[in-house]
């Protein structure tokens, strides 16, 4: 990899000097995971969020502080009981133009749209991916009370509704689209955005062009976004792509593949000299678990090790996640010892960081079975990560075989309880502990809803259900912390690390935020034209 990028330095410099001193206002970057689709309804991937938001809104959003912000709602109210939210629209807003709406081209939005919207993700034709936010919200209870007036009315209180709202699934959809495209409204999506869809072509490059009309306005009274469009390729060699962009064909780049992270970070996480004058990192804490989790009723089936408590928190205890992060991830992500990420919770749990070897030993002792061998499914992206849980694990006499699949073979295996022991992620949905903790709800078991491990306990699950009564965030933290320790003890799920947003960004580039949900904002960001 290193003659590599020597070669493309050389590339780069040739064509620095050579090329013009103008770069296009064209904001530029690559998916490696494929977009399925320009409908919110199915805006259930980070490939897929990204593009959509970009070209629709919704009621609020959450700034790079994952504080709730306007959008399409100017301002909001919320009764004393928490179960009712009026929203006040603004009245300045415009769909993208469009032939869908007649000699007219476009028209304001109305708060009828939001009925309409939510009704295609209730639609069961539909099969959204999304119809579990409607869980949270009566649906019977939404009514637009005229064009500039909505009023959501909830089953049971939720604190975390205004961040649920923020979700693409959510966004405001004209029924004029919908009805003239049918089921190519994908392939022609009109949102309200600061982009508007220009071109896709599968596999190759998706366009979006500013949206002249869009309703926003910076500080100085100057309309957004700043940039001509963007540019979304579909590169599916990692290597391929970071070429690419150290030959400025990207502006950014995000996460740091195994393949050349080495390359440009340092051990504490920090860029490499040689890079500082042409790139620049944006990072901060991701609301993201990497965990090993072990699906319950598979591994009594199975009458394998992992069906006794002990053998579980010996697998807990048997590795150094503080050496995992250093050695495998340079220090760009945080150990992590329970399931909700430090940076979501006011709370701690204690005492769950190590324990000593003799400990482990002992708790091996009372397994009748604990050296049979144990299946643990991956992905190449984590191999490294499972191979030194095996490495450290084998040192107990805890034996771990891997076996790596594709991403959408691997989530087929743990999905459908395919696997005892697997790899897995959890990215939130929206910024609060109960979205990790829905994880260990027993009716929200896959495949219809996220509890992987099939856990099932009626205390945790009335301390969840309770969580949704409590009047204030004190109350509901202190039954988060009874539920993690819960979760804990059981030994459900092996927390491995806490991730980080990580996005590389070319000099050229600023204006661009970064928050705990990774959410990508490109209606600020400016670039800088004569950057060559």
Same mark, same amino acid.
């Given at each position: 990899m290193k003659y590599i990028l020597i070669t493309i330095s050389i590339l780069f410099l040739s064509c620095r000097n050579s090329e013009s001193n103008r770069i296009d206002n064209i904001i530029r970057y690559n998916e490696t995971s494929n977009i399925t689709s320009l409908d919110p309804i199915y805006s259930n991937t980070q490939a897929n969020i990204w593009a959509t938001s970009q070209i629709f809104n919704t009621l609020v959003e959450l700034d790079e502080n994952?504080?709730?912000?306007?959008?399409?709602?100017?301002?909001?109210?919320?009764?004393?009981?928490?179960?009712?939210?009026?929203?006040?629209?603004?009245?300045?807003?415009?769909?993208?133009?469009?032939?869908?709406?007649?000699n007219d081209s476009t028209r304001k939005v109305s708060a009828h749209d939001f009925l309409f919207s939510i009704s295609r993700i209730n639609n069961e034709k539909k099969i959204s991916?999304?119809?579990?936010?409607?869980?949270?919200?009566?649906?019977?209870?939404?009514?637009?009370?005229?064009?500039?007036?909505?009023?959501?009315?909830?089953?049971?209180?939720?604190?975390?509704?205004?961040?649920?709202?923020s979700m693409p699934y959510f966004s405001f959809i004209p029924y004029e689209a919908v009805a003239f495209y049918g089921d190519n409204f994908s392939f022609n999506p009109i949102g309200t955005g600061p982009f508007k869809f220009k071109k896709w072509k599968k596999n190759e490059k998706l366009i979006l062009v500013k949206n002249k009309k869009y309703f926003e306005y910076d500080e100085n009274n100057q309309q957004i976004p700043y940039v001509d469009g963007v540019s979304i390729s579909f590169i599916s060699q990692k290597e391929s792509v970071f070429m690419n962009f150290i030959l400025n064909k990207f502006d950014f780049i995000s996460?740091?593949?195994?393949?050349?992270?080495?390359?440009?970070?340092?051990?504490?996480?920090?860029?490499?000299?040689?890079?500082k004058n042409r790139f620049q990192i944006l990072s901060t804490p991701y609301l993201n678990t990497e965990y090993l989790g072990i699906h319950l009723p598979k591994v009594e089936d199975d009458n394998s090790p992992l069906m006794y408590k002990n053998f579980r928190k010996a697998l807990n205890f048997c590795f150094s996640r503080d050496e995992m992060v250093k050695f495998l991830r340079n220090n760009i992500v945080s150990p992590a !010892? *329970?399931?909700?990420?430090?940076?979501?919770? @006011?709370?701690?749990?204690?005492?769950?960081?190590?324990?000593? +070897?003799?400990?482990?030993?002992?708790?091996?002792?009372?397994?009748?079975n604990f050296d049979d061998i144990i299946i643990l499914n991956t992905t190449s992206d984590y191999l490294d990560v499972c191979e030194f849980i095996q490495h450290s694990a084998s040192k107990f006499g805890i034996n771990i075989k891997i076996e790596v699949s594709s991403p959408a073979v691997h989530r087929d295996i743990f999905s459908s309880g395919k696997s005892s022991l697997f790899r897995a992620s959890w990215i939130a949905d929206y910024p609060d502990p109960e979205n990790f903790l829905?994880?260990? !709800? *027993?009716?929200?078991?896959?495949?219809?809803? @996220?509890?992987?491990?099939?856990?099932?306990?009626?205390?945790? +699950?009335?301390?969840?259900?309770?969580?949704?009564?409590?009047?204030?965030s004190v109350s509901r933290n202190k039954l988060f912390k009874k539920m993690e320790i819960i979760i804990n003890e059981e030994s459900v799920v092996v927390p491995l690390y806490y991730d980080y947003t990580f996005r590389l960004l070319s000099s050229n580039i600023s204006n661009m935020s970064i928050n705990c949900m990774n959410k990508l904002c490109l209606k600020n960001v400016k670039k800088i034209t004569n950057y060559r």
């Amino acid at each position: 990899m290193k003659y590599i990028l020597i070669t493309i330095s050389i590339l780069f410099l040739s064509c620095r000097n050579s090329e013009s001193n103008r770069i296009d206002n064209i904001i530029r970057y690559n998916e490696t995971s494929n977009i399925t689709s320009l409908d919110p309804i199915y805006s259930n991937t980070q490939a897929n969020i990204w593009a959509t938001s970009q070209i629709f809104n919704t009621l609020v959003e959450l700034d790079e502080n994952a504080e709730i912000q306007p959008s399409l709602a100017k301002s909001w109210i919320i009764s004393e009981c928490g179960t009712t939210y009026k929203f006040f629209l603004r009245d300045d807003v415009f769909y993208h133009s469009s032939d869908c709406f007649g000699n007219d081209s476009t028209r304001k939005v109305s708060a009828h749209d939001f009925l309409f919207s939510i009704s295609r993700i209730n639609n069961e034709k539909k099969i959204s991916p999304g119809k579990w936010v409607l869980d949270y919200i009566n649906v019977d209870g939404v009514r637009a009370l005229d064009d500039n007036t909505l009023e959501i009315q909830l089953p049971k209180k939720f604190p975390g509704l205004l961040g649920l709202l923020s979700m693409p699934y959510f966004s405001f959809i004209p029924y004029e689209a919908v009805a003239f495209y049918g089921d190519n409204f994908s392939f022609n999506p009109i949102g309200t955005g600061p982009f508007k869809f220009k071109k896709w072509k599968k596999n190759e490059k998706l366009i979006l062009v500013k949206n002249k009309k869009y309703f926003e306005y910076d500080e100085n009274n100057q309309q957004i976004p700043y940039v001509d469009g963007v540019s979304i390729s579909f590169i599916s060699q990692k290597e391929s792509v970071f070429m690419n962009f150290i030959l400025n064909k990207f502006d950014f780049i995000s996460g740091l593949d195994n393949s050349f992270r080495d390359e440009l970070i340092l051990a504490n996480g920090e860029l490499k000299l040689e890079y500082k004058n042409r790139f620049q990192i944006l990072s901060t804490p991701y609301l993201n678990t990497e965990y090993l989790g072990i699906h319950l009723p598979k591994v009594e089936d199975d009458n394998s090790p992992l069906m006794y408590k002990n053998f579980r928190k010996a697998l807990n205890f048997c590795f150094s996640r503080d050496e995992m992060v250093k050695f495998l991830r340079n220090n760009i992500v945080s150990p992590a !010892y *329970s399931f909700v990420p430090n940076s979501l919770k @006011p709370y701690s749990i204690n005492n769950y960081n190590s324990i000593s +070897d003799d400990s482990i030993k002992n708790l091996l002792k009372t397994v009748p079975n604990f050296d049979d061998i144990i299946i643990l499914n991956t992905t190449s992206d984590y191999l490294d990560v499972c191979e030194f849980i095996q490495h450290s694990a084998s040192k107990f006499g805890i034996n771990i075989k891997i076996e790596v699949s594709s991403p959408a073979v691997h989530r087929d295996i743990f999905s459908s309880g395919k696997s005892s022991l697997f790899r897995a992620s959890w990215i939130a949905d929206y910024p609060d502990p109960e979205n990790f903790l829905s994880l260990f !709800y *027993s009716k929200n078991k896959s495949p219809n809803g @996220p509890n992987y491990t099939h856990y099932d306990s009626d205390e945790f +699950d009335y301390l969840y259900e309770k969580s949704f009564f409590s009047s204030d965030s004190v109350s509901r933290n202190k039954l988060f912390k009874k539920m993690e320790i819960i979760i804990n003890e059981e030994s459900v799920v092996v927390p491995l690390y806490y991730d980080y947003t990580f996005r590389l960004l070319s000099s050229n580039i600023s204006n661009m935020s970064i928050n705990c949900m990774n959410k990508l904002c490109l209606k600020n960001v400016k670039k800088i034209t004569n950057y060559r």
